[in-house]
């Protein structure tokens, strides 16, 4: 057990926000991490047991669960059962104290453990209460159980990532709950900047669902002009071309034309000039409907040369062009580097924090994720009373 609740953490434009965090597995914690990343003092409580259930989920390092460990650093940690009259207690000293509750149970869950938005706000007008879930609080699948494919899968999103010739596909990561701890965040520092100008607190409902379809962009744009869905076009965009994976005489490479004095200098760099006044190819929208046999004619000529020669003609010339790099090269890529986003937090290397602002440290070192009951002792001493009999 640590002696003290004091962690060391880098200021923040959060450094005098405390957020009692009752979310578990993904979407919550991510968007918790972000405030505690930017100075928040989070204190996240777990059940009974083996507390948060990604604490069980591989993969492992140094006998720690990194599934845990990337969404949960530096926080503290206090197991409470909300079930038991004492633990209750203080839990509710703790609201009285707090700025924000997140929460992601199934709706309905902390109404009936009556902690409930409206059940709190009696003790603690100015509190923000988050809560996030799969479909949100209102609607005819409020109640309907969601984990990230589920919500993928309903949303549209999957139905879009593919080649045309291949199934659904899930998004390569949990897309629905990272939106979701996203927009989380936004909407906590949207009520308490709301709370500066009104001295009241509010209550923020966040959908894993609506936040997925927020993201579908191209497939709603589709679905408005045509009344239509978007169907799997593999990796090229679906308005704009070239735009697409092209194959080189070794490695993949990526080319980003998004008009037509891209593509016309793309086609000088590479030396096929007859292709900007070929019929098929003199605008976007000719370009995209004979998309094929433009991609065709572009890798005869990328086959040609590997691609380290190929992303250095054409990004010298001005067209937009990058390598496709596996998550290893990535991670180590200098501008992951220059950008400090893989950090290290107890001992654990795992993406850095994205939200640059000036003024406050971006420490390439953080506190790491708490052991399960780490601050418990301290912190129930900390909110055995309320805090205003403790000052007396």
């Not at 709706?107 to 007008?125: F, Q």
């Not at 500066?196 to 923020?204: F, I, L, P, S």
């Not at 579908?216 to 408005?224: A, C, N, P």
């Not at 055995?384 to 403790?390: G, L």
């Amino acid at each position: 057990m640590s002696s003290s609740v004091k962690t060391e953490k880098a200021s923040g434009p959060f450094s005098n926000i405390l957020v009692i965090d009752l979310t578990h597995v993904l979407n919550g914690p991510f968007g918790t991490t972000i405030l505690s990343d930017l100075g928040a003092r989070v204190i996240k409580i777990e059940p009974p047991g083996h507390g948060d259930d990604t604490r069980t989920y591989g993969p492992f390092y140094k006998d720690q669960s990194l599934y845990f460990s990337f969404v949960n650093r530096g926080k503290e940690s206090i197991v409470l059962n909300l079930k038991d009259e004492a633990d209750k207690a203080i839990f509710l000293n703790m609201v009285r104290e707090a700025d924000v509750l997140t929460e992601n149970f199934r709706p309905g869950t902390m109404k009936h453990l009556g902690l409930s938005y409206d059940d709190l706000i009696k003790i603690n007008p100015r509190l923000v209460y988050a809560s996030s879930s799969g479909f949100g609080q209102t609607g005819p699948f409020a109640a309907y159980p969601a984990y990230d494919t589920i919500v993928q899968a309903m949303s549209g999103i999957m139905s879009m990532t593919g080649f045309p010739d291949g199934p659904a596909t899930r998004v390569g990561t949990s897309m629905s709950d990272l939106c979701a701890g996203v927009f989380m965040f936004c909407g906590i520092a949207s009520a308490l900047y709301a709370r500066e100008k009104t001295g009241q607190g509010a209550y923020v409902d966040v959908a894993m669902f609506d936040s997925t379809l927020a993201f579908l962009e191209h497939g709603f744009m589709e679905y408005v002009a045509t009344g239509k869905p978007l169907h799997r076009i593999g990796n090229r965009h679906p308005f704009m071309t070239p735009f697409d994976v092209f194959q080189s005489a070794d490695k993949d490479f990526v080319i980003c034309c998004g008009n037509d004095h891209l593509f016309a200098e793309l086609c000088k760099a590479i030396g096929r000039l007859e292709l900007i006044t070929d019929a098929r190819f003199l605008s976007n929208q000719s370009r995209t409907e004979n998309n094929a046999a433009l991609k065709s004619e572009l890798e005869a000529t990328f086959k040609t040369q590997p691609a380290a020669h190929w992303l250095k003609t054409i990004h010298d010339a001005g067209v937009p062009v990058g390598p496709v790099l596996n998550v290893a090269e990535a991670a180590v890529h200098p501008q992951t580097v220059a950008r400090n986003m893989l950090i290290e937090a107890g001992g654990v290397r795992m993406p850095g924090n994205p939200v640059k602002i000036s003024g406050y440290e971006d420490p390439p070192v953080r506190t790491g994720a708490p052991t399960l009951n780490q601050h418990g002792d301290a912190l129930r001493r900390e909110f055995a009373v309320p805090a205003k009999a403790a000052a007396e």
